[in-house]
């Protein structure tokens, strides 16, 4: 089965020719590769670019294995560009494949060339343009902005989105919704029919791939087996206000072990880099300002969120809340929790404050919006509960409230807008409106 990727297609095209490196980064088996190799490729070779101007390599196949020596890629590459008059493109696959090499110009055993030498290089060719991609344990977004320093571009992929699963879904469309809030994203587990084997291949994601790459990038001898059981506590807790202080209380009491918040707070920051989970910051809506904690994490793929956790706890509510934040984030926004505070009287008629939430806090370019996620507000009661802080926040930006139900968007009374989860994640501009 085969998905456009049309977001990040579009963005390489963009990027095309502008000088930079072009990162592609992402979690491991979420399309980096196709997306280089065949989407990028094919478009190169549709608008004109010859064969002989596309130099691929893929540096984790044996057949590249001399040129995971950065002074063999170099060499390799500089040969290939023959003409000076015609451009050339470079596709990278697995740059981090590349060893570290001692300089031998240079008397010091700490003064070591890396692919990071070989790319910058390669930049100062005037006809090369270059697009690479990088395994999450070794090609970060932060080590990407610190060693280009503002000659790369990053190019984040996603795993798929509830929209390209249901534009290539096979069989009753009513089904996708509950298959994809089950299994998420990672696009070879649409190639698979049955539970069973889904399961074992995003078990095996989790276990034989991401946590290694974490343990083999950070050098974690002693804690791997804190690292799992502190993503199997994220796992049963997305959507939950936590911070490292409670996760290391739920260590002590639960798990009667101990680990510090720091320590705790280092492995949230791994799982993050490793693009494996998200964190979303708080954010008091009348005093505009940031609350440093506690926050909410939530999983870059529910599939792999589930599978983590045998499928079980497979709670609607939350796992749609998980699905509306990644989509927002996939899209561009930057999205944040929401508290209203607001002021009320106690049983003693003293003042009191209270805090409401909103799930989040939608931003882009100056235009704000705020969402709530709820899975039915046709109870009277459960409507009022869920726009209850939307009500009280006082300025004129768009109020949203997704729900499961498939529905016809409509508005209440107080200007409040209601639209079913699917139509809101088949439906790129909604937000634009």
């Given at each position: 089965m085969q998905y456009e990727r049309k977001q990040y297609l579009?963005?390489?095209?963009?990027?095309?020719?502008?000088?930079?490196?072009?990162?592609?980064?992402?979690?491991?088996?979420?399309?980096?590769?196709?997306?280089?190799?065949?989407?990028?490729?094919?478009?190169?070779?549709?608008?004109?670019v010859s064969e002989d101007r596309i130099i691929c390599l893929a540096l984790d196949e044996i057949g590249s294995a001399r040129?995971?020596?950065?002074?063999?890629?170099?060499?390799?590459?500089?040969?290939?560009?023959?003409?000076p008059s015609r451009r050339y493109y470079v596709l990278i696959d697995e740059i981090q494949f590349v060893s570290d090499v001692p300089n031998p110009y240079v008397d010091d055993p700490q003064a070591r060339l890396t692919f990071i030498d070989?790319?910058?290089?390669?930049?100062?060719?005037?006809?090369?343009?270059?697009?690479?991609?990088?395994s999450n344990s070794h090609m970060l977004s932060s080590d990407i902005l610190t060693q280009f320093r503002d000659r790369?571009?990053?190019?984040?992929?996603?795993?798929?989105?509830?929209?390209?699963?249901y534009e290539r879904f096979e069989g009753d469309r009513r089904g996708a919704w509950r298959e994809y809030m089950t299994y998420g994203g990672m696009p070879r587990v649409w190639t698979m029919q049955s539970h069973e084997e889904r399961s074992r291949y995003l078990r095996d994601l989790f276990g034989q791939t991401y946590l290694k790459d974490i343990l083999e990038r950070h050098r974690v001898r002693n804690d791997a087996a804190v690292l799992e059981t502190l993503l199997n506590v994220l796992s049963s807790g997305i959507g939950s206000l936590t911070n490292p202080s409670r996760l290391s209380n739920t260590f002590d009491s639960e798990l009667h072990l101990r680990v510090s918040p720091g320590t705790i707070d280092t492995y949230l920051g791994y799982?993050?880099?490793?693009?494996?989970?998200?964190?979303?910051?708080?954010?008091?809506?009348?005093?505009?300002?940031?609350?440093?904690?506690?926050?909410?994490?939530?999983?870059?793929?529910?599939?792999l969120r589930n599978a983590k956790i045998g499928f079980r706890q497979l709670e609607e509510t939350h796992l749609m809340?998980?699905?509306?934040?990644?989509?927002?984030v996939r899209r561009g926004y930057d999205v944040d929790v929401g508290i209203v505070e607001y002021s009320t009287k106690n049983e003693e008629a003293a003042s009191v404050r209270k805090q409401l939430e909103v799930d989040f806090v939608v931003n882009r370019s100056g235009s704000c919006c705020y969402i709530q996620s709820a899975l039915s507000v046709d109870d009277p009661a459960k409507r009022a509960q869920e726009t209850a802080s939307l009500l009280r926040i006082p300025d004129s930006f768009r109020k949203i409230v997704v729900v499961k139900d498939w529905m016809q968007p409509w508005q209440d009374e107080h200007g409040i807008?209601?639209?079913?989860?699917?139509?809101?994640?088949?439906?790129?501009?909604?937000?634009a409106r």
């Open positions: 579009d963005q390489l095209i963009r990027k095309k020719d502008n000088g930079r490196v072009k990162v592609i980064t992402g979690l491991r088996r979420s399309g980096k590769s196709y997306l280089l190799f065949n989407l990028y490729r094919s478009y190169l070779l549709d608008s004109g040129y995971r020596n950065p002074f063999e890629l170099d060499s390799y590459i500089r040969s290939r560009i023959t003409d070989v790319l910058l290089g390669l930049m100062r060719i005037p006809n090369a343009d270059i697009c690479v991609t990088g790369g571009d990053e190019i984040r992929v996603n795993p798929l989105s509830y929209a390209e699963v799982f993050i880099d490793a693009y494996l989970i998200r964190k979303a910051e708080r954010y008091d809506v009348k005093g505009r300002k940031y609350i440093r904690t506690p926050s909410k994490y939530y999983f870059t793929d529910t599939g809340e998980n699905i509306l934040y990644c989509d927002l807008e209601y639209i079913g989860v699917e139509q809101f994640l088949l439906d790129e501009t909604c937000l």
